[in-house]
């Protein structure tokens, strides 16, 4: 069965930082574009980031360009997000999910609480 | 950045009703659009991409139809199963944005 994991969630300050991971199995994952997308409490969905299967071409949205940072280790099937400088508004669920043709495979997603 | 504006916010309708969901774009996407739907506390699942094809194991009582900025999802005949919170999605430019969603409510 094809999966997707994520984990690294916590509560961090405002200011801190947090490294988000996320496993494929059951897929080739070197194969697999990935993103990360999140969602606020009772919000919509935001996409943040993606990155090409061979790690070599990365995308941001304006929200989190120079203070987070998408990276991918295929020799482990991880996929990470480091998020640095962390704010009140960037508090949501984070989604790792492959991009086939749209978003085809999700995870359960992991809660990134950002408060004093 | 490309905006994608959904209507209707909220749709009430009852278990056999046809609905329609309409997604609109601010440029050009062609038929890079994908529709997910969201049930509380889940991840989104994704029904539809590239506009009109239906992602496998998707009920075929889903449609999707449109290209250019225009774009619709359509459930002919609503399932219980189907009440849920509607996204569509471009991915035809850097940002990737989603629509606000839509949420169907049994009337």
């Known amino acids: 069965e094809e999966q997707l994991l994520e984990s690294g969630g916590g509560l961090v300050q405002p200011g801190g930082s947090l490294r988000l991971s996320c496993v494929g199995s059951g897929y080739t994952f070197r194969n697999g574009p990935m993103s990360w997308v999140r969602q606020a409490p009772r919000k919509g969905l935001e996409w943040i980031s993606a990155?090409?299967?061979?790690?070599?071409?990365?995308y941001y949205a304006d929200s989190v360009k120079g203070r987070f940072t998408i990276s991918r280790d295929n020799s482990k099937n991880m996929l990470y997000l480091q998020m640095n400088s962390l704010r009140a508004e960037d508090s949501a669920i984070y989604y790792c999910?492959?991009?086939?043709?749209?978003?085809?495979?999700w995870g359960q997603g992991t809660l990134v609480a950002v408060s004093s | 950045d490309i905006q994608m504006t959904q209507s209707p916010s909220t749709l009430s309708a009852s278990v056999g009703d046809r609905v329609t969901v309409t997604c609109r774009a601010s440029?050009?996407?062609?038929?890079?659009l994908a529709w997910y739907q969201q049930k509380p506390g889940k991840a989104p699942k994704l029904l539809m991409y590239k506009a009109a094809t239906l992602e496998s194991g998707v009920p075929s009582r889903f449609s999707g139809g449109g290209s250019g900025t225009e774009f619709t999802l359509t459930i002919s005949s609503l399932q219980p199963d189907d009440f849920a919170t509607y996204f569509c999605?471009?991915?035809?430019?850097?940002?990737?944005?989603f629509g606000q969603g839509t949420k169907v409510e049994i009337k």
């Open positions: 990155i090409s299967g061979s790690g070599g071409s990365i």
């Open positions: 999605q471009q991915y035809s430019h850097y940002p990737w944005t």
């Open positions: 999910a492959r991009r086939s043709s749209g978003l085809d495979l």
């Open positions: 440029q050009s996407i062609s038929s890079w």
